[in-house]
């Protein structure tokens, strides 16, 4: 199976995968799955190290209370399983249907060509998600650009998203 190591050991996020690849070995490879619990995803064009980057082609940003679920949802979606209409209302959500309309179809990509990560190990997902939307390399202007309400200036993603926050964020006694 072809895809980049799991990132884990630096940061709390797993991936990226690239999506043929992590399901055309869902059974054989032990890879883990997103789990239940909330937390952020993305969608990439191109792989990356530790955190996702400038570089890597952001093409969406995405939080839920439940990431497996909603990372099946994204991908059935993003996969042309939708609405004919470019309308986003035309399904529950509109983050894979806009991926399909407004990115695979018009760009000739397949949605399985693109790599998917997630972090569920978070100190605060708005500011995660905010620092996250920021890099966007495409704008398929169903992802809120706003602002964490909790914190100024806004938590940095290296130390926001990564194995023991918590721990190194407190101050020691």
């Known amino acids: 199976m072809r895809k980049t190591a799991l990132n884990g050991s630096r940061t709390g996020w797993v991936g990226p995968y690239q999506i043929s690849s992590y399901l055309a070995n869902a059974v054989r490879d032990p890879s883990p799955r997103p789990p239940e619990a909330p937390g952020l995803y993305v969608l990439s064009e191109r792989p990356w190290h530790d955190l996702p980057d400038d570089t890597c082609g952001l093409i969406y940003v995405g939080r839920a209370a439940y990431i497996r679920y909603r990372i099946g949802q994204l991908l059935c979606?993003?996969?042309?399983?939708?609405?004919?209409?470019?309308?986003?209302?035309?399904?529950?959500?509109?983050?894979?249907?806009?991926?399909?309309?407004?990115?695979?179809?018009?760009?000739?990509?397949?949605?399985?060509?693109?790599?998917?990560?997630?972090?569920?190990?978070?100190?605060?997902?708005?500011?995660?998600?905010?620092?996250?939307?920021?890099?966007?390399?495409?704008?398929?202007?169903?992802?809120?650009?706003?602002?964490?309400?909790?914190?100024?200036?806004?938590?940095?993603?290296?130390?926001?998203?990564?194995?023991?926050?918590?721990?190194?964020?407190?101050?020691?006694?």
Not at 150 to 170: E, I, K, M, S, V
Request: some cysteine; hydrophobic content about 35%; overall charge positive.
């Open 77 to 173: 979606e993003m996969c042309g399983f939708t609405s004919d209409t470019i309308d986003d209302d035309a399904y529950g959500h509109r983050g894979g249907h806009a991926i399909w309309h407004r990115y695979c179809l018009p760009g000739k990509v397949e949605p399985l060509s693109l790599y998917i990560a997630w972090c569920s190990d978070c100190r605060c997902l708005d500011c995660a998600e905010a620092g996250l939307v920021q890099m966007l390399k495409v704008r398929l202007n169903v992802t809120p650009l706003y602002f964490c309400s909790r914190h100024r200036p806004a938590l940095d993603l290296a130390l926001n998203c990564g194995r023991g926050t918590l721990r190194r964020l407190l101050p020691a006694r």
